[in-house]
Nanobody, 123 residues
C-alpha cells in the first residue's frame, strides 16, 4: 500500500522559494507517475505538476511550470516540488498523489493521496 507523506511546507514571504517533498512509505512508488495538487481555502483542488515514473517527463498546470519544478528520486522514494518566486496566490495546502495515468489533470485520476502540507505566502 502506498502511504504518502508531504514535508516542507511553511510560511514565507512573496518572492521566496520553498521545496516540498513527498515520501512514500509503501512499495509501489517507483511504478507510479506522481503528481502535486494544491487547494486554497474555499477553492477546488488544483493540479500543479506531474512526473512520470522514470522521472524523464513532466507536465504542469497553467503557467506554473515557469516557477515550479517537479522532480523525483526513485532510489529514495521521494518526489519534490521546487517552488520559486512564490506569490500570495500560491497559498494553499499542497498534496502529492500517485497515478497510473498520464497527461491528466483531474484529481479523480490520482490516488492515493498524502495528508497535505500547508504553504502560506505573505505579501
Amino acid at each position: 500500500q502506498v502511504q504518502l507523506v508531504e514535508l516542507g511546507g511553511g510560511s514565507v514571504q512573496a518572492g521566496d522559494s520553498l521545496r516540498l517533498s513527498c515520501a512514500d512509505s509503501g512499495r509501489i512508488f517507483s511504478n507510479h507517475n506522481m503528481g502535486w495538487f494544491r487547494q486554497a481555502p474555499g477553492k477546488e483542488r488544483e493540479f500543479v505538476a506531474a512526473i512520470n515514473w522514470r522521472g524523464t517527463n513532466t507536465y504542469y498546470g497553467g503557467s506554473l511550470g515557469g516557477r515550479f519544478t517537479i522532480s523525483r528520486d526513485n532510489a529514495k522514494n521521494t518526489v519534490d516540488l521546487q517552488m520559486d518566486d512564490l506569490k500570495p496566490e500560491d497559498t494553499a495546502v499542497y498534496y502529492c498523489a500517485a497515478t497510473m495515468g498520464w497527461q491528466t489533470q483531474s484529481e479523480r485520476d490520482f490516488g492515493p493521496w498524502g495528508q497535505g502540507t500547508q504553504v502560506t505566502v505573505s505579501s
